[in-house]
Each structure stands twice: as C-alpha cells, then as structure tokens.
Nanobody, 120 residues
C-alpha cells in the first residue's frame, strides 16, 4: 500500500490550503484515514481523522478551522485548512489503517509527508 500526499506549500497567516492523500495497492477496506503533523522539535500529533462511515475527530487546536473528508470510491482523504496560523507550520503526514485483500487484520500506513509553512 502506498499513500501519496500533495497540496502543501507556503501561505500567509489567514490563508487556506487543501491537502490530498491517495491510497493505492491491494486494498480491501480503509477503516480510518487521518492527518498528523510534526513541527521541528516536537512530537508527531493527530490533526484530524475520519472513519469509513464519515465520523470525524479533530485536535482542539484546529477545530473550526480544518475540515477532513474522504472519498471512499477514490481511496482519498482531504484536509481543508482555513484561517491558517504560523503555529500550523509543520510537515503533514497522511495515515491510513488498511485491511488488505485476503487479510483479516488492518495495518497502519504512512504517506511521505508534505510541508505546510504559514508565514506571519
């Protein structure tokens, strides 16, 4: 399974970006898809997650500003980020808990990361 993330970049405070992440491979089902981020010198943290039924959860720091969504037909997850702040600057990683074809269990996969930089 491969996760290909895109959409990062440089934006000014108050601006918006949309991240996308496509999963490919021998996928039977993707149970949860999510976005994590890691700023320099900090631990990786959960930003937002979405189940295959559409239930979502968000870090308190992004509630009301970020929206996660997914297109199950395309194995794709999106993160719409509005009202960006300098403290949102980080490498953003997509994550998916995937049940492979022929497998009973789900495995955890990570994308390669995409840089988001918010200038003040």
């Amino acid at each position: 399974v491969q996760l290909q993330a895109s959409g990062g970049g440089l934006v000014q405070t108050g601006g918006s970006l949309r991240l996308s992440c496509v999963a490919s491979g021998s996928i039977l089902r993707i149970n949860v898809m999510g976005w994590y981020r890691q700023a320099p010198g900090k631990q990786r943290e959960l930003v937002a997650g979405v189940t295959n039924g559409g239930s979502t959860n968000y870090a308190d720091s992004v509630k009301g500003r970020f929206t996660i969504s997914r297109d199950n037909s395309k194995n794709t997850v999106y993160l719409q980020m509005n009202s960006l702040k300098p403290e949102d600057t980080a490498v953003y990683y997509c994550n998916a808990k995937v049940q492979l074809t022929g497998s009973f269990w789900s495995n955890n996969y990570w994308g390669q990361g995409t840089q988001v930089t918010v200038s003040s």
